[in-house]
């Protein structure tokens, strides 16, 4: 079936710690992107990429980084420059239409800070 | 003011009525609009879009859309306890070349048996 993986599903991270989320799509869209939920507040976009080798940032990329080497793959960094990185993390994609047509979540990552 | 509202709840419906769940934006060249239903805990499904003025039905669900007044709405018909979830609004627009999405932060709903 196609979809989205995001991996791990948990992940603690320590202070000053780099940590890497995983996302690979086998729904051979284009844009893929990653989003912030945090209780109480929107879906907010970190970065995307609307195709290999380009990203952009989103209105939160500050402490985050992205790579985007393959069109299935987009892993998302949170390094130790992100003071507040307990949140749960979505990964989504999108076709042809892009965003017009909605976005394909992945199943999320929950990072808590310890 | 937030680029895309909606009542945050709990909005409590008893099975079988119809559930109501409202969403307001303020930009009015927004072009596409979306409803994802979430389960605590989990990411968000894509229920429903629509692109234009009206209504928009799928199974027990019907999109509401009206440009004029910058609101967007989600009926349930037959509301089910499986129904209880946060629903979010999610708004599309054009800014600057890219598909800008917005998202509101959600109405929680709660079906009572």
């Known amino acids: 079936d196609g979809g989205i993986t995001q991996s791990p599903k948990y992940l603690f991270r320590k202070e000053g710690q780099n940590v890497t989320l995983s996302c690979e799509q086998n729904?051979?869209?284009?844009?893929m992107y990653w989003y912030r939920q945090d209780p109480g507040q929107g879906l907010r976009l970190i970065y995307y990429s609307q195709i290999v080798n380009d990203f952009q940032k989103g209105d939160i990329a500050e402490g985050y980084s992205v790579s985007r080497e393959k069109k299935e793959s987009f892993p998302l960094t949170v390094t130790s420059a992100q003071k507040n990185p307990t949140a749960f993390y979505l990964c989504?994609?999108?076709?042809?239409?892009?965003?017009?047509?909605?976005?394909?979540f992945g199943s999320g990552t929950r990072l808590t800070v310890v | 003011q937030k680029e895309v509202e909606q009542n945050s709840g709990p909005l409590s419906v008893p099975e079988g009525a119809i559930a109501s769940l409202n969403c307001t934006y303020s930009?009015?060249?927004?072009?596409?609009f979306f409803w994802y239903r979430q389960y605590s805990g989990k990411s968000p499904e894509l229920i429903m879009s629509?692109?234009?003025?009206g209504d928009k039905e799928d199974g027990r669900f019907t999109a509401q859309l009206n440009k004029a007044s910058q609101y967007v709405s989600l009926l349930i018909r037959d509301s089910q306890p499986s129904d209880s979830a946060t629903y979010l609004c999610a708004v599309t627009l054009n800014s600057g070349g890219y598909q800008k999405v917005t998202f509101g932060t959600g109405t929680k709903l709660q079906v009572i048996p």
């Open positions: 629509i692109y234009s003025n």
């Open positions: 930009d009015r060249v927004s072009q596409s």
């Open positions: 989504a994609s999108t076709g042809t239409g892009g965003t017009n047509y909605g976005y394909t």
């Open positions: 729904l051979n869209h284009d844009a």
